[in-house]
């Protein structure tokens, strides 16, 4: 398995966003102070965070924190690109009884699927 490459997916995440009409913002500070890796926004609405986990030790707990970011930022959709086949555990309900829609998605295919996501918004 090779490592996520964080720089060149935040670049090509920017680039398409841009080509589709919306705003990436890389290292988007939350109201709260924290930080998610790339936020997907329209004009000022929060469509979709984004984190990138290169790292798989504390997995749970890193996707944890994840979900309470973006949930507490306002953002209705979370994506957490990771090359790690890992269980986040209870994480993912969590996550869905606080309405938020998680998804644990693989780095090798994410443009495409992102392209597709984005189109349809």
Known sequence: MSPIKV???TRQIIALADELGFKA???YR???G????VAILR?????????LEASFKWF??????????????GFPE??????????PGWVPKYAEELGLE?????????IDELKARLAGL
């Open 7 to 9: 720089k060149t997916i």
């Open 25 to 27: 913002v890389p290292e």
């Open 30 to 32: 939350t109201p709260d």
């Open 34 to 37: 924290t930080r998610i890796d």
């Open 43 to 51: 004009g000022e609405e929060r469509l979709l965070a984004i984190e």
């Open 60 to 73: 749970p707990q890193r996707v944890l924190y994840d979900v309470v970011k973006a949930h507490r930022a």
């Open 78 to 87: 979370l994506w957490i690109i990771t090359p790690f086949k890992g269980s």
């Open 102 to 110: 998680m998804e644990i998605k693989s780095d090798r295919a994410i």
